[in-house]
């Protein structure tokens, strides 16, 4: 782990703070919910139990001498934190280490029967058939008369708000933005995005996915259309290697939303195939990186992991966690420049984000006045406002 002098990392010991309310309610919260979405046995019913009470009251407990991962969590930071309440230890570390926990819990980890069971499936596959996202994929046939320049730009609205899991690409009868959104940008470098992504780009580009579901079918169809129409040559998409943050990516995820694009016929179906094709001729590769389930901030990524961000045209992160690990979970003041807390990320980097919690970088001095005298300091974790950030 990196010692990086900087802001103050956060923590969610105070009482009233939202880093707190994860910890004391929204996690208890999460636990009720994994209980009630599939019909576990008395065994994983009681570890749940247990996980409640040791994550609202008792300390971190270190992974058992057998865990398959105990050694990666050591280099993590177990050791460290062992002993210490979980909410005396970096907010970013607590919860990623819940999900790890939680994960114990259901037996996911085996060995078992219920090896590999997501137990946020449910949840991944309501939304994905929902007839709210029917309609979103019904609003790509009209699209399709659209000029290039103006579907990309659509899209790439789409995939920014589908982190709200509100798909930005629905086109109002006046244009092809998303009128409510556009002004809800609290910074946008999408025109230097725009020139990584070239007319004709034979280049790479790394895509961080963050939810599955309505988030993700949008970064599907920005991915297909970038390929499809040769403004890269290449992309990967990494995910999550295990369930995650409820809602989180996996590789069964981006199967399961491939399947719905291709059934859903129209337009949907031929962004479907084009994914298809993409995967079937390596032009579209997924990653599932033990570190996008770490910790840590990206400063502290692993040196393969850095080799394959370097190798990219660009890197672009989706979503508030990844954008909390891209500048570090920190109280940084609003107007640190983006380009000095992405100094250390090894090649061009794009933050796609609405804002869910209270860290941001990059933002200029009358925009986060203005943002404050309406609304004290709702604006950073009410997911109404979002950014598109960008360092060359
Ligand atoms: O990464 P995402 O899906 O955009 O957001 C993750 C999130 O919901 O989880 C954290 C609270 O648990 C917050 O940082 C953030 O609001």
Redesign the pocket.
Known sequence: MSETPGAPVIHADRPGT??HS?LAE??PAILRQVRDALPYGPGQRRALDALLTECTEGTVEPLPAGAHDRERWQTWGMDTYAGRSWFDVPWLWA?SWFYRRLLDAVGYFGPGAWQGVDPFRPSKLAELGSPATDEELAALDDLAGRPEHERARALLHGSLWG??ADLGFRLSAEGAEDKAAVPALVADDSERLWALLGASGTGTLCLVA??AGR?LVPDLLLLAHLLAHGRIGRAVLHVKPYPY????ATTADVLDAVHRLTGAGGAAAGYGRELRAALTDGRLTLRAHPFSCAPLPYQDMPDDLRADFAAAAVTVL???????RLVG?RHWPATTPFDEATGYFPGPVAAL??L??D?VTGLDAGTEAALTAAGGQRWR?G?THALIQVRT
Do not use: I, Q
């Open positions: 939202f880093p994860v929204r996690h919860e982190n709200r963050d939810n988030e943050y409820v809602s989180d989706k979503g508030d966690l990844n954008y909390r979970d984000r609405t869910k919690s860290v974790t997911g």
